[in-house]
């Protein structure tokens, strides 16, 4: 068994790790709801592109964007988001499990990929996966213009036909205690329908469909932009799961060290009077 010294130790050692991690839950709960409330800002904009999107779409039914028109290939192009630090339970390793059984299921097993986040671009290059680009060390107030590399990337090789699909793939936050990855396809997209739209007649200057040429790589980003954050929502309510569960646990083994030391503090004071004793009655038997 341990030495009381070494028993306490270990036990302040926990104490301190347990206040960390109390700490780290704290502020991830505090990010939590900035993430939260930065995805309910980003939705009025995604929800006005989509409108405008649908009303031009509407007027312009015989144009036919490329990123309309889907191609017979199977080369993929996934656009992988996941977070710059780790600490967050499983997050991550879920989203590239997802993407690795997608890829095998649907294309061969064969992808390129994209890289939004420290982690998934890691990953990527351990396993000496085709990276095309990156961005990472998002700040934890990503802008429009911070994803806008990574999919005008992946665009590009659209664009060049180097890839026939552009998948998306991120971790949607569901809720605090659940958070699914999604893999889905980006190009070529359909517009979504609507039911209802704007009565009212515009006019477009110069036309509809160079319009709509501009919205649809807009459309693209505002898509990344919106996944991003969902992602981030989903890290931020992960690790304060992660630092919940840690800081339980931390606990528990101080609970465990305490009843221990006691234990061989008692054993200690048990042995020392069993010495005096014994070196009494030694004493007087003489």
Request: charged share 30%; with cysteine; proline share 5%.
């Amino acid at each position: 068994m341990a030495s009381l010294r070494e028993i306490r130790r270990r036990k302040r050692s926990i104490q301190n790790m347990e206040k960390i991690t109390k700490a780290m839950q704290v502020v991830s709960a505090t990010r939590l709801r900035r993430a939260q409330q930065a995805v309910q800002r980003a939705r009025p904009y995604a929800e006005k592109m989509r409108e405008v999107l649908q009303v031009t779409a509407k007027i312009a039914t015989s144009f036919r964007h490329p990123y309309l028109i889907g191609r017979e290939g199977d080369r993929a192009l996934v656009i992988v988001i996941t977070s710059d630090r780790g600490l967050c339970g499983p997050l991550n390793t879920n989203t590239m499990r997802a993407v690795n059984r997608y890829v095998l299921q649907n294309h061969g097993g064969r992808a390129r990929y994209v890289a939004i986040g420290r982690k998934g671009r890691d990953f990527l290059v351990r396993f000496r996966r085709d990276l095309v680009a990156e961005v990472v060390n998002l700040p934890s107030h990503p802008r429009f213009a911070d994803v806008q590399p990574a999919v005008r990337a992946a665009l590009e090789e659209y664009d060049q036909e180097r890839a026939d699909v552009v998948l998306l793939a991120y971790a949607r936050w569901v809720t605090t205690l659940r958070q699914e990855p999604v893999v889905r396809p980006l190009v070529p997209m359909e517009i979504p329908e609507a039911e209802d739209l704007p009565a009212a007649d515009y006019e477009y200057e110069p036309d509809p469909e160079t319009v709509l040429s501009e919205l649809l790589p807009r459309y693209i980003e505002s898509q990344v932009y919106e996944a991003v954050l969902e992602n981030q929502a989903s890290e931020q309510s992960a690790r304060m799961i992660a630092m919940q569960n840690a800081t339980q646990a931390a606990g528990d083994l101080v609970k465990e060290l305490r009843s221990t030391e006691n234990k061989v503090r008692q054993q200690s004071i048990t042995s020392e009077l069993m010495d005096i004793v014994g070196g009494a009655a030694a004493v007087s038997g003489r």
